[in-house]
């Protein structure tokens, strides 16, 4: 069977940066629901469509197309106090981008700790990067009614969220 529109596709996958550096690997198959549910890269998606169990693909995503440019404005200064006492860096913290306005929430990564202060980075940690993406396909499948209408893939058994 082919990818296309309202097909379950499960794959293997790399993501590298462009000096070969392994930054991101399936340790086991991993699957989606193709076209355009936002299970994977819209640019990825593209390449995929028409493949078939055991072809391969490969794609240079740009920022724009990967986790985006770098927003200065995403790094906030904190006070020390609104942290919980055993805070470092590396702790992630989801919380409201400042005058957003909207309810969306960013994941925050703690990147820096001093006894005054806590600073958070509102970036994915690949941002501004150009990435390598390869990937084989392993299998490709008819989506279920039941995925259709979710908008995403289910496990074996049916629905798990």
């Keep these: ?3 296309g529109k309202n097909s379950v596709v499960t794959i293997e996958y790399r993501l590298s940066d462009t000096d070969g550096n392994v930054l991101e690997q399936s340790e086991s198959a991993v699957s989606y629901l193709h076209g355009g549910y936002h299970g994977i890269f819209p640019q990825v998606e593209e390449a995929l469509q028409g493949k078939q169990a055991g072809d391969t693909c490969q794609v240079r995503l740009d920022p724009e197309n990967a986790f985006g440019s770098y927003d200065a404005a995403l ?7 609104l942290f919980p006492a ?3 860096v590396g702790m992630q913290f989801e919380g409201q981008a400042e005058d957003d306005g909207e309810d969306e929430f960013t994941l925050y990564t703690v990147t820096d700790v001093t006894p005054e202060k806590v600073v958070v980075d509102g970036n994915h940690p690949l941002a ?7 990937c084989t396909v392993i299998e490709v499948r008819v989506a279920s009614s ?3 209408t979710h908008g995403h893939v289910h496990g074996e058994g049916g629905h798990h969220h």
Excluded: A, C, G, H
Excluded at 75 to 81: H, K, L, M, S
Excluded at 128 to 134: E, G, I
């Design 146 to 148: 039941e995925e259709l």
């Design 1 to 3: 069977m082919q990818i």
């Design 128 to 134: 501004d990067k150009v990435l390598d993406f390869s």
């Design 75 to 81: 790094v906030r200064v904190e006070p020390r106090d």
């Design 86 to 88: 055993n805070v470092t």
